[in-house]
């Protein structure tokens, strides 16, 4: 069973840090590519940023400077370092594993919630 498990979200101040972890069982991890998306109420789901299994990194233009994705193979683990974060990055932050193999194959984490408040 494949369960992708995030963590680390919460109310933050304006211009202050946060750090996302998604840990995932039940896949070969090393073998995905890994995503952060976010939804914010009433908008569609975004990409916010994504590594490859081989470590090659892809961000949003929202994210790009201050947001930093990061993976550790060994502990089945991607994170997403957030820093100077703004109130519209307020969003349900799900995080998701992606495999082609002819097909698509992905799965989602249940999200976590950040709040930035201003």
């Known amino acids: 069973q494949v369960q992708l498990v995030e963590s680390g979200g919460g109310l933050v101040q304006a211009g202050g840090s946060l750090r996302l972890s998604c840990a995932a069982s039940g896949i070969i991890f090393s073998i995905y590519d890994m995503g952060w998306y976010r939804q914010a109420p009433g908008k569609q789901r975004e990409l916010v940023a994504a590594?490859?299994?081989?470590?090659?990194?892809n961000y949003a233009d929202s994210a790009k400077g201050r947001f930093t994705i990061s993976r550790d193979n060994a502990k089945n683990t991607v994170y997403l370092q957030m820093s100077s974060v703004k109130p519209e990055d307020t969003a349900v932050y799900y995080c998701?594993?992606?495999?082609?193999?002819?097909?698509?194959?992905?799965?989602w984490g249940q999200g976590t919630q950040v709040t930035v408040s201003s």
């Open positions: 998701n594993a992606e495999r082609w193999v002819g097909l698509r194959l992905d799965h």
């Open positions: 590594i490859t299994s081989g470590g090659i990194t």
